[in-house]
């Protein structure tokens, strides 16, 4: 098989260096992406203060055991949820071993490593598509139409990956999207298609019709043609969202303003939900029968409480939501111009309104969806975050 994998690799010596670029020309990692660098672990540590981490990261520490378990506990304060992390040492040591097996790391190498052992090691954790690791699924849904929800979940897209995560973007609102013009793109075959024929879909399908919009974004637009739509089965949807999951760090889906099975289906099972609300009673009462409905979800939906203008008073507060969906906002974005200009522009926000206090605070709450505001391990030992990622590995 092929493998479509985001790697970093860190290397301290020339020889691990020389193991790393055979795994990097290996044909069966001809589609992903290998990152090459120097400086060890100590290096990764550093990177990771700025980047998100990949779904694998391989670092060399020629160091000892404590120099090791140390510099180890500082990657897992700055990886996210969902890396996986192979370790090359020089500690021969079955303790040293074991010890890092049960903190999470996924395997570790006693050094000198070939090449070979390098491509053998990423076989293990990848060899079974089951056990391969799952993008996050990001789904924004309007409580009301016209609340803003698309634009926002776009950029939510874009400010992904501008931060350096692998990003695809599903426009489901088969009917009436909008990303095609804010990204000018056309659709190469619509999802819509797509869903009406479920047994075509494979990676290799997806990864063609996928429209590259930057470096780290793709995206699937709706064609925004009302033609009689296709009869979508959950099946079908869950089978598209699982192979874009694969091929990304961070699948951002924009759902329609529609009830269907398939729309309950992603509203129930995505990993983040993030429902947008104008500050209207229609949209509260929309939004307080729909968190009924969503009360057994895992993680609580997120609010964005969109067009809020202060200069009309009858309109309803933040405080009132709060109060009545006993959820607070996590954001509430002001009415402003400069919205309205980006999306007829076809400007992302961040270009459009630059210095925008909104439009930065939604830079940063994207970034909280992503999983990159989790909370540094306090006591510095290995057993935070990375036990986290290895659970995290056989939940999904």
């Not at 052992?117 to 849904?141: C, H, M, N, T, Y």
């Not at 429209?211 to 869950?238: G, K």
């Not at 500050?279 to 809020?308: G, H, I, V, Y």
């Not at 970034?367 to 986290?388: N, T, V, W």
Request: glycine share 6%.
């Amino acid at each position: 098989m092929l493998y479509r994998l985001a790697i970093d690799a860190f290397a301290a010596t020339p020889d691990f260096a020389s193991a790393l670029e055979v795994l990097a020309d290996d044909p069966l990692f001809a589609r992903s992406t290998v990152s090459l660098h120097v400086g060890g672990l100590a290096a990764a540590v550093d990177h990771y203060q700025s980047q998100a981490t990949p779904q694998l990261v391989i670092v060399e520490e020629p160091g000892g055991a404590d120099l090791l378990q140390s510099r180890l506990a500082q990657l897992a304060e700055v990886c996210v949820s969902g890396t996986r992390v192979i370790v090359a040492g020089s500690v021969n040591d079955i303790a040293t071993y074991r010890r890092l097996l049960s903190d999470g790391v996924s395997d570790y190498l006693v050094t000198p490593v070939a090449g070979a052992q390098v491509i053998a090691s990423v076989q293990a954790l990848f060899s079974d598509p089951e056990a391969a690791p799952k993008g996050r699924l990001i789904a924004f849904w309007g409580v009301r139409g016209g609340a803003g929800s698309s634009l926002l979940a776009q950029n939510a897209a874009w400010n992904l990956a501008k931060a350096g995560d692998e990003v695809i973007y599903l426009d489901l609102d088969l009917a009436f999207g909008t990303s095609g013009l804010l990204f000018n793109a056309d659709a190469r075959q619509t999802v819509g298609e797509l869903l009406g024929e479920p047994e075509r879909i494979d990676t290799q399908l997806l990864d063609r019709i996928l429209i590259r919009q930057d470096e780290h974004l793709r995206l699937l637009p709706a064609s925004a043609e009302l033609t009689d739509p296709p009869a979508i089965a959950v099946e079908a949807v869950e089978h598209l969202i699982d192979l874009a999951r694969r091929m990304a760090a961070v699948l951002v889906v924009d759902l329609p303003h529609l009830w269907a099975p398939w729309v309950r289906h992603l509203l129930e099972n995505a990993d983040e939900l993030v429902l947008t609300s104008v500050p209207d009673l229609a949209s509260l009462r929309d939004a307080k029968a729909l968190l009924e409905l969503l009360a057994k979800r895992d993680a609580k939906p997120r609010l964005l409480l969109n067009k809020l203008d202060a200069a009309k008073r009858n309109q309803l507060t933040a405080k009132d939501f709060a109060e009545t969906l006993k959820l607070s906002p996590s954001l509430v974005i002001p009415s402003e111009t400069a919205f309205a200009e980006a999306a007829n522009n076809g400007q992302m926000l961040a270009d459009a309104a630059k210095g925008n206090k909104s439009v930065e605070a939604f830079r940063q709450f994207c970034l909280l969806l992503a999983g990159k505001s989790e909370p540094k391990a306090k006591d510095g030992s290995l057993s935070g975050l990375f036990r986290q990622l290895k659970e995290a590995v056989h939940v999904r």
